[in-house]
């Protein structure tokens, strides 16, 4: 694909060569989100934060991932106060928004919404979740977030095995992050749900065919040997009809310290999309492997600075002006830890 | 009127000469709103976008016309987070406010509140809407529209006819642009509405008295012939004492393609403040005049950037300095339509 | 203490040399804030301003301040949208949020959540309010406004008399500067509240310990008697467990222009926390003063700017740039009254 103007709106519309394009260019951020340069490239250009459902993670990392570029950012932040309320059409919305700024990113509750927005777009649109459809750069993150991990490793994602834990039935970001591996080779995917939570068949079908191995089990002690990486899940206790029933399963599979050393290969990387529910009837992820080194959960929402500042740049035709509009960064930038 | 250091609080406020300053400094806003060039004239400035009830899009509006002029926008959203919900009065809002800022738009749902704020603010505050009263820069922004879609067809205001449809007893802008055009001479007004919702009195005595002419009718198709401009309105349920009452008169004023056809002349231009109600209940201006050449609403809201972006440079007194600081645009600028 | 890199989370952090930086610094600001010179010294940086619980006033302020210096402000303005309220723990919401900014200003109402969050925190966080807790800019704002305006009487803050008037209970404000008060010598402190809403015993104590002298009293007029300074609260309805018991002591203690020409030194400060509650039933400061040359209630204000800005260029450690990043301002800056 063509990255320049495009809108981003699903992770099927990537091929290989895309996101190998787009990881470069990721990894090129680093200096910028790691406060060594300031780059001033998007100096005087406007990104419109739409964000039509509440969500601070997403919206504050977008944000901060356009001004580390030099931009603005305006915002809106729920669907109430939107002229949506009054019966205007996405259409309209679109129209008159787009007017506003260099690019949107949108979020929106409804399946689909961030498409039909699109079409009507005089500039591009990053789809920052469509409800329960499809969360694009959380998935690019994920998966860049493995090369990463792997990678130091000394391991690649061809031939790689993942186990996915939890609620795999309504976890948007286990589906996406699945639709992105059929472009790699030879995986092995152990998904460990009950039986009630499995991953919908149209997707370990589709894994299938793409010559990937897929177990299903609800063993999870014998699911999380020999893996590469875990990745975990929450109870998407929201996407429940009955949200009762939720209760169900929550806190039924956990990974802690002790699970870990049990089953996990000691170089088995720990990945979670975040939030993770740590209260104590559901803490699917245990604070005690909080300083455990192949925790990736941090370096994940931390890459996803770097992956939408590289989406950014792409779309906007900037990533060759990056570094000639660098300069030194004059302020305390020591981090702790 | 000077605009240096003023406030904006009423369209009453302006001569001919002030709306001719205003639109001209507009017009010259063009390649900045259109990202041909970016402008720093006022980087390090400060908006205080105050909207004390919610309004994505004037919000979101006026905080890109502050963006693209350099500056930075501190904003907030609704009334219920405000101290003004403590026992604060709006004098010591204003002191407060006005001590963070270098001039502040401010919307809030009771009329008069704004002026009032304005007194005790001790920097210029623009109305961006004070309930049903007053929303000045959207009246200046129609009839800027006004005045460029008719001269893009050799006609100007000064003898014009303008049909004015829908909810005209409640509808604002409807007010604040004949207010406007009590400025101009010679205008034909044909005001389509239901008998309960006609124009108020007030306005249109003031409109004969200026030498204007005005005709009041039920009738839609007979109305919309021989007019040069066709302004049509939402049914403003939100300002109906009893919202049932508002669903009698939904729906009941339509223009679509085949009316238009029908009635209008080849010319018309199509208006709308937008947002307009697609429900199929209402439907007051249909889809299926979206590519139509002559409809101007989504000009209408980008025009609304660059009045807002005049009003600040006005007011701010750097209309001379916008130039000097102008650069080349270095992102993608395509825009798609 | 070093402010490079520090949090700051407590008045009790903050030793007399401390705060005579911190002052010297905030005077230097002064261009800045008043609009003589911009300054650029924090362009790139982000600020993460995270209120978790909704303050207009003190979000903007803190915003403006970090504008001023020429950085980004990034923002969410309440608990409800956030992750906590899918079950994230306070360390998970500091590691990822922390991963976006360069500092971190965060509100938040569960009293010591702010130094949880800083514990788990990158990047240094101020704390901008834990419910009934510590909210310090507030209280060195306050202290650095009676400073400024003992000085402009060529008095100074050892020695001084201050009368603190209303919900000594209750008032976070009340508390935290009498703690900042402890690093002076020999003031005198006339508490004015009714019995049940007298100062905690432990300040009291704390003070006189300090070899300051403390006096008690449900007489307001003999209470005001010889201060330079008074200092009145609002009853903090929204800190009772009873809110209707809030209202037997609504409007008890009251300054107007009569009280204060019978009771006060011509040359007492008036002083108060803001907001005000001007309703009749509580009206604890009569708008009859506004004009009072001694009111100093809206310079509090102003210079709760320059004392963030303060703590920002203490922090992140570039005082000794901001004067070389200035340069002139170009826009209408001129203020009313």
Redo the contacts between chains.
């Keep these: 694909m063509n990255f320049?103007?495009a809108h981003i709106l699903s992770v099927k519309q990537f091929e290989r060569a895309d996101i190998d394009r787009l990881f470069q260019v990721a990894d090129s951020m680093e200096p910028y989100a790691h406060?060594e340069r300031?780059?001033?490239?998007?100096?005087?250009?406007?990104l419109?934060n739409m964000f039509f459902e509440?969500?601070?993670?997403t919206?504050?990392?977008f944000?901060?991932a356009f001004?580390?570029l030099?931009g603005?950012?305006?915002e809106?932040?729920?669907l109430?106060?939107?002229?949506i309320s009054?019966?205007?059409?996405l259409?309209?919305t679109a129209?008159?928004?787009s007017?506003?700024?260099?690019i949107i990113v949108m979020r929106h509750p409804q399946p689909g919404s961030v498409s039909e927005f699109a079409k009507a777009?005089?500039?591009?649109v990053i789809n920052g979740g469509d409800g329960p459809n499809e969360h694009p750069s959380q998935a690019l993150l994920d998966l860049y977030t493995i090369k990463k991990e792997l990678h130091s490793k000394d391991r690649e994602i061809d031939g790689m095995s993942i186990a996915m834990v939890g609620d795999l039935k309504h976890g948007r970001t286990v589906h996406s992050l699945s639709q992105l591996l059929l472009l790699y080779k030879n995986i092995t995917f152990t998904l460990i749900t009950p039986n009630e939570l499995r991953m919908p068949v149209e997707i370990v079908s589709e894994l299938k065919a793409a010559g990937h191995q897929v177990i299903e089990t609800e063993d999870m002690e014998a699911g999380l040997m020999d893996n590469d990486t875990v990745y975990l899940t929450?109870i998407q206790e929201?996407r429940f009809t009955n949200k009762l029933e939720a209760d169900i399963y929550r806190g039924r599979f956990r990974l802690n310290q002790a699970i870990y050393t049990r089953n996990c290969q000691p170089n088995t990387v720990i990945m979670h999309p975040?939030?993770?529910?740590?209260?104590e009837d559901?803490n699917e992820l245990d604070?005690d492997l909080?300083q455990h080194p192949n925790l990736a959960i941090?370096r994940q929402?931390?890459n996803g600075?770097l992956v939408r500042m590289a989406l950014f740049t792409l779309?906007?035709?900037?990533t060759n002006?990056v570094d000639e509009s660098a300069?030194e960064?004059?302020?305390?930038?020591?981090?702790?830890?």
Aim: charged share 35%; net charge positive.
């Design positions: 320049r103007g406060r300031v780059s001033k490239v998007l100096d005087g250009a406007i419109g509440p969500s601070t993670r919206r504050v990392s944000g901060c001004n580390l030099g603005h950012v305006r809106t932040t729920d109430k106060s939107s002229s009054k019966g205007e059409s259409y309209d129209r008159v928004i007017g506003y700024s260099d777009s005089r500039v591009p929450r929201e975040l939030p993770r529910d740590s209260r559901a604070n909080n941090f929402t931390d600075v779309i906007l035709d900037v002006k300069k960064v004059g302020w305390y930038t020591e981090r702790r830890f």
